[in-house]
Every structure is written in structure tokens, then in C-alpha cells.
């Protein structure tokens, strides 16, 4: 089964924000070996509303949203779920969420790392 996977960020006015959720996607995305891929935004183009579609045309046959967010806050739990029920509905596609960043061991590092390298 060919699976699409769509990094979700809450999106910025700010162009250079989205355009960091951007690299990351990116890279992941070869470091992953993920085939079909986007990066859809909760408050600013690309919605999910344009990157289901365009990975359900490029032949996903379920998509995996993983939420660039660090915590279950309001959104993922309270606006999220609505939309990914819609889109699953409207494109018959199962659409299924991961866990946010925060609880990932990963993230205990990168705060070493950040302190570590400004006390330098």
C-alpha cells in the first residue's frame, strides 16, 4: 500500500517559519525514503485541503499526518480530528494522525544541545 505522508505545521505569517517547516519535511522525507509527500499548514496555504487531493492523485492510497507541533494542544485535539474525518470522507482514503514531537526522546537532546551550544 502505498502511503502519503503529510508533515502538518500550524503555519505563520511569517514566510520564513513555514519555509523552515519546509527544509525539515524535506529532509526527513529522503533521510525516510518517503515517496509521496507534502507539507499542508493549519492557518496558511498549502491546507490540508490541497494536500490530500494532490497526494491521493499522485496514487496514496492512505495518508499518515504527522503534526510538526510540540504538544496535543487545542488544535490537534479539538480542530484536527474534524478536518481529517472530512477529508478522510470526502477522498475515502484512511487518514490517520501520529503523536505530536513532545514525549519523543529525541527532544531531550536538542534541548542539551541548544543550552550546550549557547554557553559556549
Not at 491521493?56 to 480542530?79: C, K, M, N, W
Not at 505530536?100 to 542539551?112: F, M, S, Y
Request: net charge negative; aromatic share 4%.
Amino acid at each position: 500500500m502505498k502511503t502519503g505522508i503529510i508533515v502538518f505545521g500550524h503555519g505563520s505569517s511569517v514566510a520564513s517559519a513555514n519555509d523552515a517547516v519546509r527544509v525539515v519535511a524535506a529532509k526527513a522525507a529522503i533521510e525516510a525514503g518517503w515517496e509521496l509527500y507534502e507539507v499542508a499548514f493549519l492557518e496558511c496555504a498549502p491546507l490540508l485541503d490541497e494536500a490530500v487531493p494532490k497526494l491521493a492523485a499522485a496514487g496514496a492510497e492512505d495518508i499518515l499526518v504527522v503534526p510538526y507541533f510540540l504538544t496535543l494542544g487545542i488544535h490537534l485535539q479539538r480542530d484536527l480530528p474534524k478536518i481529517v474525518e472530512r477529508l478522510s470522507r470526502e477522498h475515502r482514503l484512511p487518514i490517520r494522525v501520529t503523536e505530536p514531537l513532545d514525549g519523543h526522546a529525541a527532544l531531550t537532546q536538542i534541548l542539551a544541545d541548544r543550552a550546550a551550544g549557547a554557553r559556549q
